[in-house]
Structure formats: structure tokens, C-alpha cells
């Protein structure tokens, strides 16, 4: 009998590696695709499949074939096809599969028989149909991609049910059947399987209050490598997901879970005593950048990192990692291990941890240098414009032109001489000279004139739109880059990461959240 799980995006070969490790299998013998983990058992193996931890949900595998076999065939044909492989009398009459079904059955046949006992032995023995009772189910289907545009999901779902019910003799029940039947049909593969249970796995039944997904916390909480007799600490624990992930099974192990949030904490007690392991998880109100910790003091860190969407932190991402990491270090004992999830954007400074200033440097020269080159073609298109009224061949040119009389020294022109001066001056080297062009700063620094018909400016209104979107640019710039803070951040957060040695990364998709499982250990 063949069996697959699913697993999210980028834990695929961390399913692989526990289901190989459970099974005593070779990883020649547990192939995975995106998002899924074949292998082989029979029914004795049911119960120890659903205690696998890195798995969103683990079904009995009736049907998978590939889906070039269809692409070419038109639709009346690919439906005749698929019907006729989906409801092949030899895949549902398999001995080993009618076995899984069975045992499925039986799951649910406890509470019937419950309920049909009176109570009190009073009342009239159970009826003999409720013994032999037909199966009920249910046909779900998702379609996508160049076949799922063939056909749709209700209407396969619809055909196969009713030839399926005929075929096995089942009853269908949409609001409660014991076994659902998923058909998924895309561009890479169809199948066909039974859910072995209802509730997902991912989905702890000793957690009350949801956080992380519980895959994901098991993958931390794993990767940390921990030993009998180890102190775990999760510096912004949340809810405490990861740290009851680890006390309730690795074991011998003591964890602390620090956060600044009355709310959070009141969640992770919870937690904590649903689960019960108060004894081996302790609480503690505390800033992640000044822990009530001594030197060297915990084996292990796990921590989910604040990606700035539905947490976020005042200052600068650069700035708070830089501080969250120096503290990580002094309460780490040496050669122990940091486990982070953090965003891509993170990830990225933190694998390049000896060039991170350089990109912000060159990007901010880029920036620089292009707006002195607008400033000269600024500059040029004043001289270009603003006419002499006594000119009378440029006076002609200027009436071909859709032209205002207006006196160029106004405060647009101070608003970017200003933006540019107090802002991105700075940011140039010491041997600088001002990006504001000379002709624009006599303009800027010259007394207004009377505005009239002698003395009047004419300037074309497509250089005001354009001295618009300079101003603009120049502003918004300024707003984003706060280049000493940046500098120091980042130089602070280099820092940070020489006292750690990189061990591994990992990719994982959270919902639509590109991220990594980041895994330091700090240098002895």
C-alpha cells in the first residue's frame, strides 16, 4: 500500500528525513515533489504515520499518474480517460486498501455503538443495520491548470461520486461521511487519495492558542541539536508554540520564554498548561535586547524574527537584529546554537555578512550621482527656457510653446535647493562639490522681481512638472534613506555576525511569505 504526505513549501526534505527515519527507509524509496512525500506501509503503520511531525496532513494513495498522458487529448476524451483511471475496479478493491478503509471505518465505529446503547441497559437492543451499515463519503476535488480548465471540479466530482457509489456500494454523505475521497488534477500529476484522518497534523492537539505552524516549530525546535539536560531559551517567544514544541518532546531539556507583551505571555501560559509542561517551561516579562540573563547561561536559542508586517519594531530592521544578536551571544554558552526564522530581505544580509555595507553604499552613490545628473539637465532646460523678453527671436520661441509668465524664484526652487542641501549633501565623500548646479542656486539665492510684461521669466510648463518630479524624488529619498542610521545599523548587525558561524539555511514559504530557518552557532 502506498501512502503520501504533504508538507509545505520547502519542509519536503524534512518530512523525507522523518519518514525515512520512522520507517527504516532509504531515501531512494521516498521520492518527493513539491509539497509531497511518497512511501510505502500497510495498515499497522497508520497510527504511527499519524504521529508524524513535519506533515500538514497524510492520506492512502489510490491513484497518481502523470499528466502528459492527458495534455494532448481533447476534453471529451480526456474526461472518458480520467474517469476510466480514477475508477479502475482493481485500485479500489485492492486488499491492502480496503484494509486502510476499514480500519478508518472502525475509527468512528466506537461512538456509533455508543450511541446506540440505551441507557442504563433500558430500551431495545441494538438493531442488527447499524452492524452492518454502508460506508459513507464524500468526493472533493481541486483542478487547476491546462486541465483544470477541461473540466471542472463539480462535475468531476459529481460523476465520479455517483460511479463510485455504484462501484463500491458506499452511501454519500456530504455533511458527515467517514472517508472523503480528494482527486487533485493540475499540469503535473493527477491523483487520487483518502485522508487518514480529519483533523490536519499540523494542527497540535495539545496547543490551544495557534502561533506558528506546528511543522515549523518542530523543524526549529530539531534543528537546535539539543542534548539531555540543555536550557532552551526563545527570546520573543509569542504564544510559546516552538518552546512547547521542544518541552513536550525533547526530553530533558528546560526552556525560557522571554516577551514584552502581557497578551502574548497570557497566550503562551495557556499554552503552557494545556499542554502540561509548566514544569519544564518557566515565563519571564523581558526586553529581547536586555535579557534578565547571565553570561552564557542557556545551550540553545530559537527565535521567530519580526518580518515588519504583523509585528514590527521602531527602529530599523538592521538596528534591532544587531541588538538582538549581541545579547543572543553573551547569554549563549560557546559552540551553542541560534535557530531564526527570519524574512528574506534578513536572510540575505545575514548570508552576505561580510559585503552587507557595500549594496547600501553603491546604492546610495547610484542615487546620488543621478540626481546631480538631473540637477545638470535641470539646469540646462532653465537656461534653455527661462527668455529673455528682449530677445526677440527666443520670444518667438517661447510663443510656440504652451508658456506662463511667472518669476522663477519662488519656493519651488528653494524647495529643492533646500531638499538637496540639508539631505543629500551629506552623503557625499569629504572631497565633494554641491550637486545643486550654479545657475539654480542664482536663481534660488536672487531677490524676486516685479512680474511684469519687462522683466517677466517665461518658463514652459513641462519644466515645472519636471522640477515637480524632482522635488519629489529628492523628498521621498530623504524620507527612506537615513544614511547615519543606516551605516551604523548595518555596521552594528557585521559586527554581530562575526561572532557566529554560519551552520545552514533553509527555505520555507509561510502562506505567501518567502522566508528561511537561519541556523548560527556562536564561536568559541
Known sequence: MRFFCTAGRGTEI???????????LCNDLVPKSEGRVYFEGNVNQVEKILQLKTVERAFALVLHVDSNKYKELDRATFLNNLRTDILNEDSWKNGDLRSVIEY???RQSSTLQREAIPVNG??????????????????????????????????LAKQIGIKLSQLMRWNVNFKDPEIEICIQVNDVHVSVGIPLTRVPLSKRDYVKCHGLRGPVTW?????????????????????ATILLEA?????????????????????AQENIYFGKVHDRLQL?????????LTNESVDGIVCDTPFGKKYSVKESSTTFHASLLQEMYRVLKKNGTVVLLVSEEMHHIIKNAGNIYQPFVQSGQNQIIQGQEDCIQLNKDIEKHCLDPSDQSKQSLGKQTDTTNINFSDSLVSDIKNSWEKSLLPLLP???????????????TEKPRQSDTSSSVVKDSKL???????????????????????????TDLSSALEQFKHVSDHYIKLGETNSYIVVLRSCG
Do not use: W
Not at 523543524?219 to 527570546?235: A, F, R
Not at 518532546?249 to 497566550?267: A, R
Not at 569629504?430 to 534660488?444: E, F, G, M, T, V
Not at 519629489?472 to 548595518?490: A, F, H, Q, T
Open 122 to 155: 433500558e430500551g431495545p437492543p441494538c438493531k442488527k443495520i447499524k452492524q452492518e451499515r454502508k460506508l459513507s463519503f464524500r468526493v472533493s476535488c481541486r483542478c487547476s491548470g491546462v486541465l483544470g480548465r477541461k473540466v471542472t471540479a463539480q462535475l
Open 464 to 490: 515645472m512638472n519636471k522640477c515637480d518630479e524632482l522635488t519629489s524624488s529628492v523628498n521621498r529619498y530623504c524620507e527612506d534613506v537615513k544614511c547615519d542610521d543606516l551605516e551604523r545599523g548595518v
Open 104 to 106: 478508518l471505518k472502525s
Open 284 to 292: 519571564i516579562k523581558a526586553d529581547c535586547r536586555a535579557l534578565p
Open 430 to 444: 569629504q572631497n565633494r562639490s554641491s550637486p545643486l548646479p550654479k545657475k539654480l542656486h542664482a536663481h534660488a
Open 14 to 24: 524534512f518530512a523525507c528525513q522523518e519518514v525515512c527515519k520512522e520507517f527504516n
Open 219 to 239: 523543524i526549529m525546535s530539531n534543528l537546535l541539536e539539543t542534548k539531555n539536560q540543555s536550557v532552551i531559551l526563545d527570546p520573543m517567544c509569542g504564544k
Open 247 to 267: 518541552a513536550k518532546h525533547i526530553e530533558g531539556v528546560f526552556c525560557i520564554g522571554c516577551d514584552i507583551s502581557d497578551d502574548q505571555l497570557k497566550s
